[in-house]
């Protein structure tokens, strides 16, 4: 007899649909940056001590720092050459670290990203896809 991984009512995570919640479709990669980006600024803008005292703020917020590094990752090697001033190995290597190592990380270091790193990557993808428009048709990007 087979144990289910997860249990939802009658269904087990294996029989779900896969449906990607809360997105209606796949993102581009292009575009599931600049979502992460403004879904991150939603809920940072009321500042640190917000932040600090709401757990669910700091956990959607990096959840969705970890949809900007799967986003990254999806970005193709061509793209990342032709944009070499947007970090992308940092972006896929701080997504790792938010995943598998949860437990150490520390909220000041992750306010410090939100606020130090976050608005100069949100202006650049914003400068490269004025210049360079995204084809939502294909993978994007």
């Avoid at 029989?15 to 991150?40: N, W």
């Avoid at 972006?91 to 992750?110: Q, S």
């Avoid at 949100?122 to 490269?128: G, M, Y």
Wanted: charged share 25%; aromatic share 8%; with cysteine.
């Amino acid at each position: 007899m087979s144990v289910p991984l997860l249990s939802c009512g009658n269904q087990s995570a294996r029989g779900l649909s896969r449906k990607r919640f809360p997105y209606e479709r796949r993102p581009s990669p292009s575009s599931g940056l600049a979502e992460s980006i403004k879904k991150i600024e939603k809920y940072t803008l009321s500042g640190k001590p917000v932040f600090e005292r709401d757990e669910l703020i700091q956990i959607w917020v990096l959840h969705h720092l970890q949809v900007l590094g799967e986003a990254a990752r999806g970005v193709s090697e061509e793209t990342q050459q032709k944009y070499p001033q947007i970090p992308w190995g940092k972006i896929i290597g701080f997504r790792n670290i938010l995943v598998h190592h949860y437990f150490a990380v520390n909220t000041d270091e992750i306010w410090a990203v939100v606020q130090v790193n976050i608005p100069p990557l949100k202006k650049e993808l914003e400068r490269i896809l004025a210049q360079d428009p995204v084809k939502e048709s294909g993978r994007g990007f």
